[in-house]
């Protein structure tokens, strides 16, 4: 077994070629059954671990090996931190000027980080499941406990447990938001019509501290809320930051505080020309309008861009402007002098266009998604530019997934009069 993937799936070789299973981590020997094949890829099951590695610990989490949440929980955070480490190396290799080394930083906490959580629920007969998928499937493993959840999201799903899964009616998700140090809000979301039985006891949970505030939502229908009115997160600043109804936003407070430090320092955005694309509602535009000359920020999400505007509003940022617009088919007419980008999975395959345009001299990239990242960076490579600065943030610990900023300059010997 030579690598796991970011989603936890483990790289095996094998006689019919390359095989993807869980539960397995790098360097050990197993043996393993192939099943199906999608898209080009052989998926199979870990029969059993022949030769296991000297990494592998004792799980904090009894269900970690069939929930599909936690895939590297039996690995050693060394070892954890090492699979990630060599990911955003493959992705950078050939990128970097000479002397540039990777900077990976470890998280806080390798427990006890995430604030936010989503679940799956069904009803089985008299009874019903809330947890988690299992690893590439539908199935749902309950879990009555998640270690990597925040004491305040911990007691928050013991309260949503009690109170809701005896009268959970159907399928669907509920989804837990820490909102503050004792704010927790609850979407439940159902697919199908239920009873009063069920709205009743949304009414009660948001009773349940740290529980403050419960919406219900109905395919078709109206939503409900109980509780405390709408209300937004707090900045690190202590102002209000909002954020729109199921938006992104990252898991893992400390990491994203140290990510958006990072991104200022990165973008050297004081006096700048800032041009932010895939801006969501705000995570790095607030600290990126603080410091620039003028600042421009692209989202494609109406309900985003609203929210970025209020906290740009709350922060009295008069400096910047918001647009909603898709990224792929952005026509630029200004100039800047960085380009900063946090895209979704898929990347930005329009970077080196959109880089040209701008004219920026320096790009600071942010992405958990290494394939697509290597993908951007290659194409600015061709136009001249070079890696001068990368890091790695354990954004996520137990999983496969890693937060990787990387900064490219463009060349002296490629620069414009």
Known sequence: MRDVTDVGDSVVETEAGIVMVSGGFPGESVRVRTEEQRAGVIRGSLLAVLTPSADRIESACAIAARCGGCPLMGLSPDAQRGVKRARVERALQGLCAPGVELCFEPAHASLAYRRRARLAFRKLGQGGVLGYHAHGSKQIVDAAQCPILTPVLEAALSHVRRTLLPVLEGAGEIELDELGAEHVAVALRCESAVSSTLYAAAEQLSAARPITRVTLSVAGG??????????????????????????????????????????????????????ELYAGHGNFTCGLAAQAAQLTAVEGEAAAVEACRANLRARERVNARVMVADVRTLPLREHYDVVVLDPPRGGCAELSRLVAQSRAARVVYISCHMTTLSRDLRALQQAGFVVDRAHALDMFPQTGHVEAVVRMRKAASSRED
């Open 222 to 275: 109206a939503t409900a809320r109980y509780g405390e009115p709408e209300s937004a997160r707090l900045g690190d600043d202590g102002l209000p930051f909002s954020a729109p109804a199921h938006g992104f936003s990252q898991v893992n407070a400390q990491v994203n505080a140290r990510l958006q430090a990072l991104v200022l320092e990165l973008a050297e955005a004081s006096a700048a020309r800032v041009l």
